[in-house]
Structure formats: C-alpha cells, structure tokens
C-alpha cells in the first residue's frame, strides 16, 4: 500500500491540473498506483505524466514530434479545442517566434559620411531666392535699426 | 501633397528663421541698451550673451505659434501631408502587410492588453486591416510582470480569436532599451511588413487611423516616417486635464508652424506613428556613440535621430494634424511627468554628437539643436537670473552713490526701470501672445474644446497660471536634471502609488521637491532682507520653489474614479508568489513553456550548472539564488522542465517552506 504522503501529492498534483472532481481524483490515483505497494514518488509521477501524456495525445490528435512537452502544454491547448482550427492555433502558439522564413532584417549602422547627402536634391537652396530673402531681411533690419 | 520646390523651401526657411532672428536681435538690442545706460562691463558681457541665446529660443517658440496662426487663418498649409479619406478610397491594403508593434516594460498588463484587444477587435471587423498583425514586445524584466503578460496574453488572444494575429515576444536581455526592442522586431520579422505602426504602452490609434495611414504611405512612396498627432486622454488627475485641455487648445497651431520651416523633416516622436520598414532596417540603425561619461555610448533617445537618417537617406518624414484617433496618456502627476524629462534630458543631452555629422540635413540638425536646447537653456536661465541678481543690487549701489534720492528717483525709475519694464513686456508679450490669440480663436469659434466659453475662460486663466508658477520649478529639476547627467548620476525620486484614487501625500511631495522647497525658502529670506524691491521682482521664482510640493500635491488629486481595466484577471500574480506559480503551477508553467524559444545550442555545461541551480532553488528557496540566476532558469527550457519535474518528484517536507506556501496575497 502506498503512503499517505504520496497519495496526498499525487492528489495535490492532479487538483493543479484543475481537477475538483473528488471520483476523477479517486480514479487517476487508482490508475496511477496499480496496486503497487513499493512504489516510489518518483514512479507514480513518471506514472502519471505518461499517462497525462496518453491521454492529452488522444483527446486532442497532437503528434509527438511537434509536441513533444503536451503532458504539460495540453492544459492550455484544451481551452482552444472547442475552435474549428484547433490544429492551426496550437500549432501557431507552438510557432510563437518563427519568423516565417523572412525575417533577419538585422539593423547595421550605416557609416555617417557625405554620401547621401546629394540624396537631398530637393532641398538645395537656391541662390536667386537666398539672395532676395537675406536683402529683405537686411532692408527691415536697417529700417528697425534707424528708426528705434 | 505638394511637391516642395527649391525656391519654396529656401524661402520658407529664410522668412522663418529671418523673422527669429529679427525678434531675438530686437529683444537683444533693447537689453544691451538696458546694460549700457552705465559702464558695460564683463558681467553685461555675459548677461548678453546668454540673454541673446535664451530669448532666441523664446522667439522660435513665439514665432512657430505665429505661423500656425497665419497657416490657420489661410486655410492650412497648402504642403502639408493631408490625409483625405477620398483621395485614399482607392488603395487597397489586402497585399500589404502592416505590424503594429506595442514595446513594453514593466506596465500594467491589463490596461495594456485592453488597448490592444480593443484595437484589434476593431481592425479585424473593419475588414480592410486583415493584413494587420499585433507584437507585444516585451522588455519586462520584473518577473511577476513578465508572467502575467504570458498568462494575460493566452487570456487575449482567445478573447479576441487573435491567433497567429497577435504576438508576444519577450527579449532575454533588454539591451538598448525600446530602440533596442525594435530593432529586434525588425530583425527577425521586419522583412515581412512593409509598414511598422509604433505605439507606446500608453497609445490608442482607431483602426480608420491606422487604415489611413498605412494608405497614405501605399500613395506616398517618398514618406519614410509618417507621425500623427496624438491626443492625451484617460485623463483622471488635475494635472493630466490641464495638460490635455492645454495640447487641444494650443498644440496643432505650434505644430503646423513648426512643420513650416520644418518641411520634409518633420518632428518623430517614436510612437503613434507609421514607419517604412525597408528603409528604417537599411538606414535607421543607431550608431554607438564615441565613449564621454554619460554622454557617450548607446543612444538613449531614439526618435529624433531615426527621423534624421530616414531624411538622409533620401525620405520624407511627414506630419499630419489631420486625424483625429490618436491617442496617448500623459504622466498623471508632476513628479511622473519630470521623472519622463529626466530620461528625456539625458538623451536629448547625447544627441550633441550629430551636430557634427555634416551629411544630415539643417532641419534635422536644429530639431536635434532645439531637443538639447530645451534643457540646457534651463542651466541658461539660472545663469541669467543669477547674474542679473549681481547686476541689479550693483547698479543700485552705483545710483544710490552716484545720485542725491530725489535724482535717484527720477533717473532709476524713469530710464532704468523703463527699459526693465520694455524688456519685460515684450518677453511676456512672446510667451503669453500665442496663448492669448489660440485662447481668443478658441473663444469665438468652439470647436476644439466643447466646454461652454465660461469653462473655457477658467481653464485658460487656470493653466496660464500654472505654467506660470510651475516653470521656474521645471528650471530647477532641468538644470539638476543635466547636472547629474553630465555627473554621469541619476536623481532619485521617492516611491508614490501610480493608481492611486487620492492625492500624493505632502510627505512624499515635499521629499520629491525638497532642493527647490528650501532653496525658495533661502532665497525669499536672502532678499527680503538684503532689497525688499529685489524681493518682490524675484518673487515669481522663489514663490514657484516655495510652491512646487504644494503644487504637486494638488494636481495630482483625481477628478474622476480611474477606469477601472475590464479584464479580469485570470490569478492574482505578486512578486512573491509569481516564481512559485511559474515553476510550479501546471497551467502557468505549460504558457510559460510555450513561450519560451527552444535553445537548440544551449550547451551541456550550461544545462548542469542550470540543473544544480535548480536544485539549489528547491532546496533552499529563491533567497539562495540571485535574480540574474532566477531568470537564468526562467529562459531555459530544460532547466524549467528540470524544475517542474524536480519539484513534483519531491515531498514537500525535503523543499523549502517558500514552495510549500499557499498563495500568499500581496
């Protein structure tokens, strides 16, 4: 017969998992232990995540190779198994940071130099404009000058 | 838009800047007559000097505000970037992907998730923005707050049906701060986005806003940066509402003045904007900057200096007022809005570097000269006033000698006093002018604040007051502000509630304003009893000093009841319990785990020292460990799997008791 401290972790483990359901409980413990008198915490863990794994795997159709930690994942994949494209988002969230194949955009520091300046064409002053413009200012000047 | 022709640009900057300089060698040419009525000594010599460059800045200030007006009165400006919703109706943005990217840091999570789902709910029933993807860019480095965004983010995403739409993304290490998050986006997503909209943690944009935009940079393919602009809202402190009301009376008048002479190089603020990605990758990296204490190494201040290497390689950066669904908050106190301006400070104060690099444009270079000025001239300022204190009590002294009382009357009074009083009216002239005229617009024709013209009238005699006492205070902290960052140190502020529903107490106000609090004190005692007239012509300074934790205490009351988020949270995550609940609680840890990049290159020997920190941890709990090595662990799929596994293998008496704790409350 098992400890009751192995049992009382093994139930802690699987109300974690969100499971108030005292039966479920009774069931999981059950199917977990086996009989098994000498067994271990360590074994009835192992135990149990294989069986987490098995059932996650059945009930939401993942394959082991793109989800290879669903025993622990599952718990947050089953809240989207009522979508039609539950296989797209778990995969998405599976993708969270594949840049789909375009990324690497990396930002290098250009040298500050003289070249882009002929790239301002538009903005070249023009002589004709300078000169009328300084000799208004100048006139206004004067004018404000001479008379204060 | 129109295209800007040579001779419109050259006379726009000429008129402009002409018309600056005409008012600031007025007003510098009626102070030297003021200093030369006796001997114009080095003291005079160095009142001119600074007087001249501090009221330089004031005229570029008066004179933006002007031609907005005259802008306003004809009609708009004809170059402007005009964002009209038929001329775009045609384009199409179904082949044009858009990322909207949200950097943040340490924010409340669910204020900010909210925004978001808002936004994106809207963009997606809009049906033109289905080529629109979300980041949430995260550079939280407190872990409570970085395991709410992941379990808030898995809360978001099934709310809003946001798969494969939205994004979370946290960097391991944050290096170059919010600049630095970006150019990690564009890393390993920009090549596929066309266009990147950039929001702070506090900005809304409507989803016509953003539609708008993105179409306006499809017509326009020569705008490298568009920037709208924002409107403060959410406003619930006094002070948020001051400064919101202020911003619609005032704001789009200086802005289109300034976007005058600015032209093709508009203002970039770094958020509530819209970015040409292939451009911004290829030209807009940030240089490191030559090793000077403070003032040297990364950029701190992004924004300004992406906007001038986009204008060096050939693009625009536009700004429209025409828009109206931007929005962003304000500090909600003024201890937050100065502790903004101290980051602020130290990044405008780097930008000095760029003045030399010959190849950026003028308009980029005086927005980078204005961004330094506004802080230093502060240091300016102080320097001015204190000079003109050893001015004034001499020349009192030269005329008390010089003159018999009554002839002391009539020549200080009649000439001295005169020029003093010129001086000052035109000085109050071109900061009160521009207020007055918007104030008078707003007054006859109501449309940009809908209050009745009795609240309107409060309002502006209100704000017009607190600007004016706040400042001098506001040159106090600016001049510390470049002080300590010149010193290469940091000014600590003392800890106050952000949500609070009341007032910062006048504890903590006077902690946070306790050098110009005592220094006005000084200085009101200093010239009471050395010259009474001194006393009272220098009584807007230390009455403003005196003032400061007054003032900041009751601005910072509520008038209204924070909105409260409508998200509910999904477990209640503190510092204390949220390493527990990571490592430990199945449903938090399995969104952790899918948040988590799995390191394929992660070492052998980096995964054993990880497995004995894990131990270590279980053991004796986090106390043991150091936050660096907590989050070692935290970004290590194999040594979170480690855990998780450790720590349900272990009975609870062999843990440490951290991990045996219920769910403590915060």
């Not at chain 2, 179904?94 to 994106?120: D, G, W």
């Not at chain 2, 780097?350 to 961004?371: D, V």
Request: aromatic fraction near 16%; charge should be positive.
């Amino acid at each position: 017969m098992a400890t009751s401290e192995l049992i009382l972790a093994l139930e802690k483990r699987v109300r974690a998992l969100g499971h108030d359901d005292p039966i479920y409980i009774a069931d999981t413990i059950k199917s977990v232990l086996k009989n098994d008198e000498k067994i271990s915490l360590n074994e009835a863990m192992n135990r149990f995540e294989e069986l987490m794994d098995s059932v996650s795997r059945r009930e939401l159709h993942l394959y082991s190779d793109s989800f290879p930690d669903l025993k622990y994942e599952s718990i947050v994949l089953r809240e989207f198994r009522a979508y039609p494209n539950f296989d797209s988002i778990a995969n998405t969230l599976k993708d969270q940071f594949s840049s789909r194949g375009k990324g690497f955009g990396k930002m290098v520091p250009r040298p500050i130099d003289f070249a882009g300046f002929a790239k301002l064409s538009e903005e070249k002053i023009d002589k004709k404009t300078v000169f009328f413009t300084v000799l208004f200012w100048i006139v206004l000047y004067s004018l404000i000058l001479y008379f204060i | 838009m129109r295209k800007i022709e040579f001779n419109t640009y050259t006379f726009r900057l000429f008129t402009f800047w002409g018309f600056v300089n005409l008012l600031s060698g007025y007003g510098t040419l009626i102070y030297f007559e003021f200093l030369s009525f006796r001997q114009f000594d080095w003291i005079d010599g160095l009142l001119l000097f600074t007087f001249s460059f501090l009221f330089l800045h004031l005229s570029y200030g008066a004179s933006i505000a002007l031609f907005g007006f005259i802008q306003y009165f004809k009609g708009g400006d004809p170059y402007r970037c005009k964002i009209d919703v038929n001329d775009l109706r045609s384009i199409s943005l179904e082949t044009v992907p858009v990322a909207v990217v949200i950097p943040i840091f340490n924010e409340n999570t669910l204020e900010v998730y909210e925004r978001i789902s808002k936004m994106f709910s809207a963009i997606k029933l809009s049906k033109e923005g289905n080529s629109f993807d979300f980041f949430i860019l995260s550079d939280s480095n407190q872990i409570h707050v970085w395991i709410e965004e992941e379990l808030e983010y898995i809360n978001l995403i099934k709310e809003t049906q946001g798969w494969g739409r939205i994004f979370y993304r946290r960097r391991k290490s944050n290096t170059n701060g919010k600049s630095g998050n970006i150019s990690d986006f564009c890393r390993r997503y920009g090549k596929n986005y066309r266009y990147m909209i950039v929001l702070d943690a506090d900005s809304f944009m409507t989803p016509e806003n953003m539609i708008l935009i993105s179409k306006k940079m499809e017509a326009e393919p020569t705008v490298g940066i568009l920037q709208t602009n924002p409107q403060i809202y959410k406003s619930n402190t006094k002070f948020q509402k001051i400064f919101e009301l202020s911003q619609k009376l005032y704001s789009e008048y200086y802005l289109t003045g300034a976007s005058y002479w600015q032209m093709n190089s508009s203002s970039f603020w770094g958020h509530n904007a819209i970015i040409r990605l292939e451009p911004f990758i290829d030209h807009c990296a940030l240089p490191k900057l030559p090793k000077l204490g403070a003032l040297g190494g990364k950029i701190l201040s992004h924004d300004t200096i992406e906007a001038a290497l986009i204008r060096r390689a050939g693009y625009s950066v536009q700004f429209t007022t025409d828009l109206a669904g931007s929005f962003e908050e304000y500090p909600p106190t003024w201890i937050e809005s100065l502790k903004r301006d101290q980051r602020w400070c130290q990044g405008n104060l780097q930008h000095f570097w760029f003045l030399g690099a010959r190849e950026l444009n003028f308009q980029s270079k005086i927005s980078i000269l204005l961004g330094i000025f506004s802080y230093l001239s502060s240091m300016l300022w102080l320097l001015f006033i204190i000079l003109s204190l050893i001015l004034y009590l001499d020349d009192l002294r030269f005329f008390r000698l010089a003159f018999n009382s009554k002839e002391f009357e009539i020549i200080f009074k009649q000439f001295y006093l005169g020029k003093a009083i010129q001086l000052q009216s035109i000085t109050l002239s071109l900061l009160f002018a521009p207020k007055i005229l918007a104030f008078a617009i707003e007054f006859i024709h109501p449309i940009r604040i809908s209050n009745s013209r009795f609240k309107l009238a409060k309002f502006f005699i209100q704000e017009t007051f607190l600007s004016f006492l706040m400042a001098p205070t506001n040159m106090f902290m600016y001049v510390q502000f470049v002080i300590y960052t010149l010193l290469g140190k940091k000014v600590i502020w003392r800890h106050q509630n952000r949500e609070s529903a009341t007032s910062i107490p006048l504890k903590t106000a006077i902690e946070n304003f306790k050098l110009p609090f005592f220094s006005g004190v000084l200085l009101s005692i200093f010239l009471y009893r050395i010259e009474f007239q001194l006393f009272l012509w220098i009584s807007p300074i230390w009455l403003s000093w005196l003032l400061s934790p007054f003032l900041a205490m009751l601005t910072s009351s509520n008038i209204k009841t924070p909105e409260l988020a409508l998200r509910k949270k999904r477990k209640e995550i503190s510092p204390r319990n949220a390493l527990k609940l990571v490592l430990t609680d199945p449903y938090i840890f399995g969104i952790h785990l899918f948040m988590i990049r799995e390191r394929l290159l992660e070492k052998e020997k980096s995964k054993d020292s990880l497995r004995k920190l894990c131990e270590k941890l279980l053991k004796v709990g986090p106390k043991a460990l150091s936050n660096k090595e907590i989050l070692r662990i935290l970004y290590s799929k194999s040594s979170l799997l480690f855990f998780h596994d450790l720590f349900w293998k272990t009975y609870p008496k062999d843990r440490d008791s951290y991990w045996n704790e219920t769910y403590p409350v915060i």
